[in-house]
């Protein structure tokens, strides 16, 4: 008689306790596989590949559209300073953590014009497999990028690309659509 209620309140006490984790359980558990996006054309630029660009004078994002010439006049760049071209990882995007505390550090520099590279439909858990994929066109569309600084005055010297996890990845593959080398590359993997 005495172990019964001792049971019940048991169990009681562990579904009180589970009850705030299991949205973050079930949220884990996600396996819907028809959120993944394979591309499988090799054109840039692509819409889900989004550029934004942050400068010490105006700290907040503006998208960037590098068929237009004088996109980088209109957001603020400012081709005297330093660039530093940040790409995120796998289901990450460009505006959440750890990505904005590097994009922060680097406005409060003050020296520093900061293109933040947002792939985020392409690399959605659970779909690793299509995210690793999606890389060699992310790589090409910021090669671009790159490509377009250097074309409106930038100093390949004065560019850095900084990437996490597939973004470190990225930015060593970007290399091979440029007809030089990268100047610097800071990659970190977890």
Same mark, same amino acid.
């Given at each position: 008689?005495?172990?019964?209620?001792?049971?019940?309140?048991?169990? =009681?006490?562990?579904?009180?306790?589970?009850?705030?984790?299991?949205?973050?359980?079930?949220?884990?558990?996600?396996?819907?596989?028809?959120?993944?996006?394979?591309? @499988?054309?090799?054109?840039?630029?692509?819409? &889900?590949?989004?550029?934004?660009?942050?400068?010490?004078?105006?700290?907040? +994002?503006?998208?960037?559209?590098?068929?237009?010439?004088?996109?980088?006049?209109?957001?603020?760049? &400012?081709?005297? @300073?330093?660039?530093?071209?940040?790409?995120?990882?796998?289901?990450?995007?460009?505006?959440? #953590?750890?990505?904005?505390?590097?994009?922060?550090?680097?406005?409060? +520099?003050?020296?520093?014009?900061?293109?933040?590279?947002?792939?985020?439909?392409? #690399?959605?858990?659970?779909?690793?497999?299509?995210?690793?994929?999606?890389?060699?066109? =992310?790589?090409?569309?910021?090669?671009?990028?790159?490509?377009?600084?250097?074309?409106?005055?930038?100093?390949?010297?004065?560019?850095?690309?900084?990437?996490?996890?597939?973004?470190?990845?990225?930015?060593?593959?970007?290399?091979?659509?440029?007809?030089?080398?990268?100047?610097?590359?800071?990659?970190?993997?977890?």
């Amino acid at each position: 008689m005495f172990h019964t209620p001792i049971r019940v309140i048991t169990w =009681v006490l562990v579904l009180f306790i589970v009850q705030d984790n299991l949205a973050t359980v079930w949220n884990a558990m996600d396996v819907r596989y028809w959120r993944c996006v394979l591309k @499988k054309t090799n054109s840039c630029p692509d819409p &889900d590949i989004k550029y934004f660009l942050y400068t010490p004078e105006n700290p907040h +994002r503006k998208q960037l559209d590098i068929r237009n010439p004088n996109a980088l006049r209109y957001a603020g760049w &400012d081709p005297g @300073k330093r660039n530093v071209i940040i790409i995120h990882g796998f289901n990450e995007t460009e505006h959440k #953590t750890p990505m904005s505390f590097i994009t922060r550090a680097y406005i409060e +520099r003050g020296d520093y014009n900061v293109f933040t590279v947002d792939w985020e439909d392409l #690399t959605k858990f659970p779909c690793y497999l299509s995210a690793l994929s999606n890389t060699r066109l =992310v790589a090409q569309c910021s090669a671009k990028l790159y490509s377009h600084l250097t074309e409106h005055g930038a100093l390949a010297k004065k560019i850095t690309c900084v990437g996490h996890s597939l973004g470190a990845h990225i930015c060593g593959m970007m290399s091979n659509h440029l007809s030089f080398k990268l100047y610097r590359i800071i990659g970190t993997l977890s």
